[in-house]
């Protein structure tokens, strides 16, 4: 009896595994993709810039800029984003009237170096830095938006540069050990 159930039950397992169909649709799945040269959207200018990091990297981020722009948004692409397929965000985020900056972390697309939770922290701090140095535009009006994780970082560090005029949108690191800024995260 123990035996009979135990090849029906393999049988089952066996027969699900061998109708499995993978077709062109599950393993091709294109996204669109931009890059400074292809972006055109009216009375928005793209800039590119690279960022010096620590340990001799730096990281790639896109400037879009509006004339009647009053806010900056510093657009944290969370974990898998790339620049080159930011067309939706770069869509939404030049509909309002405000300049953003768009980045990638280390290790993705052409930013250099190997991608950490350190790093990234690290990185958001100097991007943010190198953002509000720049010729008009004011840490009062900067503003992040995050997608998920690193939006846990930035908070801290805004809230200590311009004090409660700061807010941050957007999800936030939830799955992790340790979930403070400046502490250790990863395993």
Same mark, same amino acid.
């Not at 009979?4 to 027969?15: D, G, I, N």
């Given at each position: 009896?123990?035996?009979?159930?135990? #090849?029906?039950?393999?049988?089952?397992?066996?027969?699900?595994?061998?109708?499995?169909? %993978?077709?062109?649709?599950?393993?091709?799945?294109?996204?669109?993709?931009?890059?400074?040269?292809?972006?055109?959207?009216?009375?928005?200018?793209?800039?590119?810039?690279? %960022?010096?990091?620590?340990?001799?990297?730096?990281?790639?981020?896109?400037? #879009?800029?509006?004339?009647?722009?009053?806010?900056t948004v510093l657009f944290f692409g969370g974990n898998g984003f790339?620049?080159?397929?930011?067309?939706?965000?770069?869509?939404? #985020?030049?509909?309002?009237?405000?300049?953003?900056?768009?980045?990638?972390?280390?290790?993705? !697309?052409?930013?250099?170096?190997?991608?950490?939770?350190?790093?990234?922290?690290?990185?958001? #701090?100097?991007?943010?830095?190198?953002?509000v140095a720049r010729p008009g535009v004011s840490p009062v009006r900067?503003?992040?938006?995050?997608?998920?994780?690193?939006?846990?970082?930035?908070?801290?560090?805004?809230?200590?540069?311009? !004090?409660?005029?700061?807010?941050?949108?957007?999800?936030?690191?939830?799955?992790?050990?340790?979930?403070?800024?400046?502490?250790? %995260?990863?395993?």
């Amino acid at each position: 009896m123990r035996t009979t159930v135990l #090849l029906l039950a393999l049988s089952v397992v066996l027969a699900g595994c061998s109708t499995i169909t %993978i077709d062109e649709e599950t393993v091709f799945q294109p996204k669109p993709s931009v890059t400074p040269e292809t972006f055109s959207v009216d009375d928005v200018d793209l800039s590119v810039r690279n %960022i010096p990091v620590a340990d001799s990297a730096s990281v790639n981020g896109w400037h #879009l800029t509006q004339a009647d722009a009053e806010t900056t948004v510093l657009f944290f692409g969370g974990n898998g984003f790339y620049l080159v397929q930011s067309k939706g965000y770069l869509r939404a #985020l030049t509909r309002p009237p405000v300049n953003a900056f768009l980045w990638d972390y280390r290790g993705y !697309g052409r930013s250099d170096g190997a991608p950490s939770a350190a790093n990234v922290r690290d990185d958001a #701090l100097a991007v943010y830095d190198s953002l509000v140095a720049r010729p008009g535009v004011s840490p009062v009006r900067t503003r992040s938006r995050t997608r998920p994780w690193p939006g846990a970082c930035t908070p801290r560090r805004r809230a200590r540069t311009v !004090g409660s005029s700061s807010w941050t949108e957007g999800a936030t690191m939830t799955s992790t050990k340790t979930r403070r800024c400046g502490r250790r %995260i990863a395993p």
